[in-house]
């Protein structure tokens, strides 16, 4: 085995619906979509300050307003990340007349108080409950926050829709492309400092990759039915055949999984024939060091391979399988839950599409 450190650095742990992110997504980077600068003077409304997005302009490909605003509603219809996916109970949307809809988000209790994150008693959580109001003559969005977005949301017996606790403005800019933020809490004051910019990244990471994803994707990615296990769940791409062969594909995937997982923080990676192990560590808020561990196992010759995620007592928090198919050259891929549930949802398909034309471009790429 080689084993491969990764140098140390401060780490930010986001989480969703109470779970933490996974450690393949953290070791993704730190570069954003599009930069946000904070406090700017702004467009909009003279005097005050908002949020600003560098051009869009100026990105590779261009991202114009019509399209950051079509992508940004149905973001907000659907608000659900491939580790939401795995406790979520329910995603609601009510429509409310044209252009005007409410959406809440709940997760699972019992699901959560599998992964430590929960009350213990089974509640659930409603991780976000907005109404949201367009007017696309403005090219502006609206929406208004019933729980908290800074905490989470709040447990569902506290949850309620009587009250508006913040609302917040987007704005689609033209000459340059841009867009607008500012965030009124229910006092009436204005945020728009770097603390709301480092949260949208969020919102602008996931619209604008998703909007350069589809317009770069060589191969597409959607919920389905099994190839490997008939009457289940998964996610399935389109027929890889005319852009790469079987066995450049596969050793490459390899390849993206092991360097993205030497690149998380604080990780030693141990890499065999059939086998990478990446133990990640990490300090708790009461300053004692907790190790979990990501297990790659896979074969060429099966096309099989998985990820477990095991935390710091040994229990497994999630399994990320990955079958590539021969004939015709296919990717199936879906998640097993700490709870033993199969989950393959819209979200996930959307992270898999991104992995595959990766992995496929890379195959192709003189620099590997």
């Known amino acids: 085995l080689k084993r491969v450190s990764a140098p140390r650095a401060d780490r930010t742990a986001k989480r969703q619906g109470g779970v933490r992110a996974g450690a393949a997504q953290r070791a993704m980077g730190t570069s954003h979509s599009v930069e946000l600068l904070a406090d700017q003077d702004s467009p909009t409304e003279p005097g005050s300050k908002s949020v600003l997005t560098a051009s869009l302009d100026d990105l590779d490909p261009p991202v114009s307003a019509d399209e950051f605003l079509n992508e940004l509603i149905e973001y907000l219809k659907w608000p659900v990340d491939p580790t939401m996916e795995a406790v979520l109970k329910s995603c609601t949307v009510v429509d409310n007349g044209t252009d005007d809809f409410t959406v ?33 003559a403005a090219m502006k969005v609206t ?13 569902a017996d506290e949850a309620s829709d009587k009250e508006v606790v913040a609302t917040a403005h987007i704005k689609l800019l033209k000459g340059p492309t841009r867009c607008e933020f500012w ?50 769940d998964s996610i399935l791409t ?19 999984i092991k360097e993205k997982l030497e690149k998380a923080p604080n990780a030693e990676v141990e890499v065999g024939t059939s086998e990478i192990v990446c133990r990640m560590t990490e300090t708790d808020g009461e300053g004692a060091q907790k190790v979990s561990t990501h297990t790659v196992k896979f074969s060429e010759d099966s096309g099989e391979l998985f990820i477990a995620h095991t935390d710091n007592d040994g229990k497994v928090v999630n399994t990320s399988f990955r079958q590539v198919h021969k004939s015709p050259l296919v990717v199936e891929a879906w998640n097993i839950t700490r ?10 398909s959307k992270l898999v599409q991104k992995e595959v034309n990766e992995i496929i471009d890379r195959a192709n790429s003189w620099f590997g």
């Open 238 to 256: 389109e027929p890889l055949d005319e852009h790469v062969d079987y066995d450049s594909f596969f050793d490459k995937m390899v390849t993206v």
């Open 183 to 232: 965030v009124m809490d229910k006092e009436g004051t204005r945020h728009s400092g770097d603390g709301l910019a480092q949260g949208l990244y969020f919102w602008t990471d996931r619209i604008v990759g998703q909007l350069h994803a589809e317009a770069k994707a060589k191969v597409k990615a959607a919920p389905g039915k099994s190839l490997k296990h008939p009457g289940e």
């Open 339 to 348: 709870s033993g549930e199969r989950s393959a949802g819209v979200a996930f």
């Open 143 to 155: 929406t208004e926050d019933y729980v908290p977005e800074p905490a989470l949301g709040a447990w």
């Open 104 to 136: 809440k988000i709940v997760v699972d209790g019992v699901k959560l108080d599998s992964y430590g994150y929960g009350k213990g008693d089974g509640t659930d959580r409603v991780r976000s409950w907005k109404r949201v109001k367009v007017d696309r």
